[in-house]
């Protein structure tokens, strides 16, 4: 395609960038930008795709079901269930074609990293705040209610992981999802009860090592330098 010499096309693109970005900053985004001491961060919190209305309606709806099932069945079903529904979100905080503010991200001057570290933790607290709402609303012991959250992480590290180094976040759902679904078959014929998968401390060193190994290779791949995509 022939440009005609007076069309600058990097400077109509940006004029397309900002008119995408340009909108009002409502008083969360104000909020979190104070208190990250970074606009650009807020503004790359509050545009996570795991984040947005759609998702967080979602995950409430399935944790709600579990919710329901576990008060009618007596099985801690909100326990097996938020580690996956977490494992998702944390795959889809990252990564290009599915995160609406990557480039944003990669041009931050708190770098790549930052942005997913604050990403992440956001996931993990909402998914942490839904799965304890359920697990208390559905009157599952103290020790069920707490105990997946260390496992959650371990899933959560691990489709972040696979997310990042395939470049693909169906990938990283699939991987996390099938491991945690493998994990619960497995302590479920081993030991006879589903629960023990959230409640056998024998497990939760297995699942910090995951989730170390997994870090490192987080960090491994996200090691660019600020400014490239």
Known sequence: MNVPEDVNLDRVWTGIATGLWRREVRWPERIIGRLLRSPGLARALLTTPSLLVPWLLASAVVLGAGTVATAASGR????????AVAAAGIAYAYGPGIDPAWELSCSAAVGVRMVLLVRAFGVLAVDTVFGLVGSAASGATVGVTFGWLIPMTA?????????TVTRSALVGTVAGSAAWAGTVLY?????????AVVTDSSLVVPYLVVTACCTAIVLFTTR????SS
């Not at 899933?155 to 997310?163: D, H, W, Y």
């Not at 302590?187 to 629960?195: F, I, S, Y």
């Open 76 to 83: 801690p079903l909100v326990s097996l269930v938020a580690p």
């Open 224 to 227: 660019m330098p600020k400014g």
């Open 155 to 163: 899933v959560s590290a691990l489709a972040l992981a696979t997310a």
């Open 187 to 195: 302590t479920r014929t081993a030991e006879g009860r589903v629960a």
